[in-house]
């Protein structure tokens, strides 16, 4: 046995960062397409007190010797775990190392984060600089933006994987001899072949280019997937998509078909999920394994393989999985050898690498709480299907004042449909409860609102003292206040039952057939009282077509209006205007002012039929003028008495008759009295003709007879 250790002339060697020395006994390493690849290491030391903080986050490399001028196999990472395995012999100690690649860090970090308009190539490399990780190099994959992405309650690594696995990205790595690469692919072009080769089938040998052991398993798969997804914008068009296998070796039926929902088409856009799932069953339809003996084969790249010796045709295969396994006791123990195997699991490259099992999509199991945010000094924000944009409370990543907020979240309604609704916004600040359709975290919708110390409720809804309230309590916006709001709530208290509406301003009620309110008894004692501080009130009934009624009725009690300062007007168009009262008085005081009665074209009438028509004039005159017809007076079975303080006069032309105190006067060109004429004079008679003409006329016998008859 040696008294020294030595990396030269040995199959394994390993170099470290550290500034401890370490010779390799045996090795493990593990690495696959989609997978870390992880290398166990067991190591010799003369320092017996090597610690774990002397190596862990160090890096390290594993060669493996490929023979004379042929480069080494490398296995470069960093150091993530150590372990002390004891006395080797009677001066070293041995010690267990793993290395992994520098993006297993990202296993190390967890978030609930939310990523809007980027590609997974871009999401993937952030979190990589991030993470203090290699960025990837991304040979080809899907690039276009995805609108929303969660990550939620996942590590760093697993949602990245994830991404990747949903756009059929696999990744492996390449080793140098200080460093390692990411390569990210989608397609088999993106697998570089490996040059050595062509690697043979055969058995019983353990030369380089030997392939022992092969096997080759085929095995049925689905004729057909199909999924389907839900679109939240569009939920009557579920976007459906079917693939068929491309496999014809083995009989596939159609009718052999996967069926996927949610098939995740509507938050992918960069995938075609039924493609992606038929491809990982395709890729699983013929593995061949088979033992190796070059440390140069690679999880990731391709070989050829002549599967028969007597026939120099070869295959491709893609490799998907290699472990490596090596052991070194040269300079250890007297008599040591060393050797190295490796098992190999291959695909052909005739379709599609995709990874055998996608990372589970992590599901919300309840509701989380969001912010409702939008642009500065803005309260309301909105699109045309009533969305608003939300920050989640633990999302560390956007401001409190959230500006640049791209995602629109629907908001769940009490009712909601083609046929109509009810619909409430949520506004900017206010705390919503979010759901997530299917669970999925890229699905959220809000499906309610919460009150909180934050935000208690109302002043129409003081709590607890009026906890028999219930109703609506909006705010005008934008720049109103407490008490700029539209109000409607129930009050359901005992003896105080109640039910308010308040319009902040306008209130326009549209009733298209028949409106009935009926007040039995209340604090009014059956009164209804409307008050209209200020503007205008307008009842408009019917339509020019269809027409309509306006009938109020008062079974019992007061019917009363009262304009305290302004007009009272009454405007009908077209049509009749009656007052029928039934028993009682109908009374029209003017205080101050006039009294109009103007009718443009028609009767006025005024019937009385039992009982007095008095139209008294306290002061003032009264004034009856036709401009054109005639005014008749008629008392059919009664007397016309006028009386007059001064004077009454009748004019026509020049003609007239006045009555006054001095006498009654009577002026015309003409003096007619068509009938006979008896004339008594209790007094005294004086008749002057001022004209130079008398004449007095009778058809038969004229009498003068008087006491004394004087003729000039």
Known sequence: MSVELSQEPRLLAISTSTDKTFVLRRFEAVEAISRLFLVQAEVLSLDHGVKAADVIGHTATVSVARGLGEQPRYFNGVISAFRRIGRFGTRWSAYGIEIVPSFWHLTRKSNCRVFQNQSVPAIVKKLASEGGAGVPSFMSAPDTPRKYCMQYNETDFDFCQRLMDETGCGYYFLHGENDHTMLVASS?????????????????????????????????????????????????????????????????????EMFVWPGGQHTKPDADPSLYIMQTFEAEADIARATGHDPALVAGCKIDVQLDPNDPATKTFILTRVVHSGFDETHITDGAGAGYSCAITMMPDDRPFRPPAPRPRPVVPGLQSAVVVGPRGEEILTDKYGRVKIRFLWDRHWPKDETACEIWVRVAQPYAGKWGGAFFLPRIGDEVLVGFVDGDPDKPIIVGSLYSDDAPPPGSFPMPSKKERSGFHTRSSKGGGANNANILYFDDKKGSEEVYLQAEKNMNVLVKNARTETINVGNFDGDDTYLLRKGDKIVSVGTAEDGGDFFTNVTKGDYVRMVQEGDDFVDIAKGDRQITIGEGDHSTFVSKGDHVLVVNQGDNEVIVEQGDHIVQVDQ?????????????????????EMSAGQSIELKVGASSVKIDHSGVTIKGMSVKIDASLSFEAKAGLSAKVGG?????????ITTIKGGFVLIN
């Open 620 to 640: 003032g005159d009264s004034t009856q003028t036709v401009s054109l017809g005639n005014i008749t007076i008629n008392a059919g079975a009664g007397k016309i």
């Open 692 to 700: 130079t003409f008398t004449n007095v006329e009778g058809n038969a």
């Open 188 to 256: 088999a072009a993106d697998f570089q072949p490996i040059s050595a080769g062509p690697y043979k089938v055969m058995s019983g040998t353990s030369h380089w280019d030997a392939l022992t052991g092969f096997s080759l398993r085929t095995g049925q798969q689905p004729g057909a997937v199909r999924t389907v997804d839900y679109d939240q914008i569009k939920p009557s068009n579920l976007p459906d998509s079917t693939t068929t296998t491309i496999l014809t070796e083995v009989q596939n039926d159609a009718s052999y």
